[in-house]
């Protein structure tokens, strides 16, 4: 009996695949009943003596032996250790790492990407062709904008704009940005303040350059003040104490909240809301959308952030990649659909006893979640 | 030629990124980490930018005596408590974050009950907000408020011996009708995030530039 179990734990080694190399992943099979702890020793090329490099899980029964070197060559031993015995077993060949050049894990991803980047580019060529053929549907946030600043003008209130608590390598933070630009031509047109706190300094930088030349643009340079294009603080609810203060101190007319926010966001809104100010927010993330639907005037939707620019200016290239994205989308709305209809029957003829269309299915699903892991 | 270089970096740099994304070999698998770093270096050196902006923000506040300007006499209280602490935790101690240090003891007995505090407020806006957009105004708002309630209910055991069922139906709104708004949303958020990234390679969207 010991010398069955002793023949049924195994390890096996294999190149980690889809990495940058210098990795080896240790695999345990069979691991005896009461193992309280697997041993994983390793041999290097050339050496004599196993040395210990970590403990196998033995509830994944893997491990990654993230220390070798590419191209050298080494075996491994795995010890099952038990309260009264141990067990080992060892492979046999040598085996080695090495650096992929592709990460095949990450087909799917480059598929859609391709065919997103293709559709997109079409249709900002025929968008260069055919500038009038291009409607974008109206967006209230965004036609308030005039009404905002109007109303702050009137009211001889300053507009405040919070870029979000993100960094500039966010999406939603360089969209922001974009909206900062129309809306401080805007202002520089009505010759009104925008107060511009900042979470992150090198967003503030760019901020500052991006009122210097919206002022610039609408002829009014000697109007921009710099000093109103300020760095705040990095700490969330800092930052959030701050802007809050800002808001009732100066009562700004108009609030715009466009980027990326996090808990804060509420208390922000409903500050904003507490001082009678008109709030146009705009945000994509996805958590926070419920709390600025709830408390501010108007809210740009996550995506709609993106079609910002393109809805301002017209510009028909922006348009056009506008056009091209949402066409994509409707195609993966489709994708979606056909998947639920499949995965139903899939389900059904699995039920009544043929796998194969169940098998198919969970490939599929297999391929596309590969990329998420 | 002032916008042409940067369009040319932001190009080249951006091809690399997204290459080096589905190659792992080196150099390309370490491009995203090296990046970072840089980031982390030229955000230390803005972060002098931030500063001088902030200190001459209360500066010229105290001067002009603007309308609160003793917060700016807190403002500066703080930063030089934190500055002082700091340098004398760094030079004690290679790690000022570590228990026992001035500069802990002041993050940890200021600092971190103030961020409390102000994220205890969120619990009365919350109420606030909830209130506003749950009068049952109109059919949308109405819809609303009748799927909160039940959520709501369906979260407390009072729920669960109101009506047995009721937990139930509240996991039902989450799981389904909440997961599917929200997975579509975020796919449009994705979409659009990859359509303006694509824009601002190819040099379409040039806002950043200024």
């Known amino acids: 009996m010991i010398f069955l179990l002793i023949l049924s734990f195994s390890i096996s080694a294999k190149d980690t695949p889809d990495d940058a190399g210098g990795s080896i992943t240790i695999n345990a099979y069979n691991i005896p009943e009461g193992t309280q702890r697997i041993l994983l020793y390793r041999l290097a090329g050339g050496d004599t003596i196993y040395e210990e490099v970590g403990l196998i899980s033995i509830f994944k029964g893997e491990y990654d ?33 090495s650096p992929e050049w592709f990460n095949k894990s990450r087909t799917s991803v480059l598929l859609l990407l391709i065919l997103f980047w293709v559709v997109v580019l079409i249709y900002i060529q025929l968008a260069k062709k055919n500038p009038e053929g291009l409607f974008i549907r109206r967006l209230p946030p965004l036609e308030a904008m005039d009404e905002a600043v109007g109303r702050a003008t009137e009211m001889g209130k300053p507009v405040l704009y919070v870029p979000g608590i993100e960094y500039i390598t966010d999406a939603g933070t360089l969209a922001s940005i974009t909206i900062l630009e129309m809306v401080g031509k805007k202002v520089a047109e009505y010759d009104t303040r925008i107060i511009n706190p900042h979470f992150d300094p090198i967003v503030m930088t760019i901020a500052q350059e991006t009122l210097k030349t919206a002022f610039s643009e609408a002829g009014r340079p000697d109007a921009f003040n710099k000093d109103d294009v300020f760095y705040l603080t990095s700490e969330q609810f800092g930052f959030a104490a701050g802007v809050d203060g800002i808001m009732h101190r100066e009562k700004p007319g108009a609030i715009f909240l466009q980027g990326y926010f996090y808990a804060e966001s509420l208390i922000l809104a409903e500050t904003g809301y507490s001082i009678g100010a008109i709030q146009i927010a705009g945000t994509n993330a996805t958590t926070q959308l419920p709390f600025f639907v709830a408390a501010c005037d108007y809210v740009l939707l996550g995506e709609e952030m993106f079609a ?21 989308k409707s195609a993966l709305l489709i994708l979606i659909g ?30 596309l979640a590969r990329a998420a892991s | 030629m002032k916008k042409r270089i940067p369009l040319v970096i932001t190009f080249i740099t951006g091809f690399i990124i997204i290459v080096s994304f589905f190659i792992p070999h080196r150099p390309f698998g370490q491009l995203e980490t090296e990046t970072l770093i840089w980031y982390a270096i030229i955000f230390a050196f803005t972060l002098i930018i931030g500063v001088d902006s902030l200190v001459r923000l209360h500066v010229r ?3 002009r005596r603007k309308k609160g300007w003793w917060y700016s006499i807190v403002f500066f209280a703080g930063f030089f408590y934190c500055l002082t602490i700091g340098i004398i935790s760094i030079i004690r101690t290679p790690n000022p974050f570590q228990p026992g240090t001035a500069f802990f003891y002041g993050y940890e007995t200021i600092l971190i009950p ?25 059919i949308d ?28 139906i509240a996991d039902w709104i989450f799981d389904v009708l909440q997961i599917g708004a929200m997975r579509g949303i975020l796919i449009g958020v994705a979409l659009g995030a990859v359509a303006m990234s694509l824009r601002l390679i190819l040099g379409i969207e040039r806002t950043y530039l200024s």
Do not use: C
Not at chain 1, 349 to 361: K, L, R, S, V
């Open chain 2, 141 to 168: 708002a109405t819809l609303l408020l009748i799927a909160a309630v039940i959520v709501m209910l369906g979260r407390v055991p009072a729920g669960y011996k109101l009506w047995h069922r009721l937990p139930a």
């Open chain 2, 114 to 138: 103030l961020q409390s505090t102000m994220f205890a407020l969120l619990a009365f806006f919350v109420a606030s907000a909830s209130y506003r957009a749950f009068r049952a105004r109109n």
């Open chain 1, 65 to 97: 032996d993230a220390s070798v070197v590419d191209g050298m060559e080494y075996l491994y031993r795995g010890k099952a250790i038990t309260e009264d015995r141990a067990y080992v077993a060892e492979i046999k060949e040598y085996i080695s790492s």
């Open chain 1, 338 to 367: 056909a998947g639920v209809i499949f995965g139903t029957i899939a389900f059904i003829a699995d039920n009544a006893g043929n796998p194969t269309y169940m098998e198919i299915f969970n490939k599929i699903l297999e391929f």
């Open chain 1, 308 to 328: 910002a620019s393109a809805y301002i200016s017209r510009e028909p290239r922006l348009l056009g990649s506008i056009k091209g994205a949402d066409l994509v």
């Open chain 2, 61 to 63: 506040q105290i001067r």
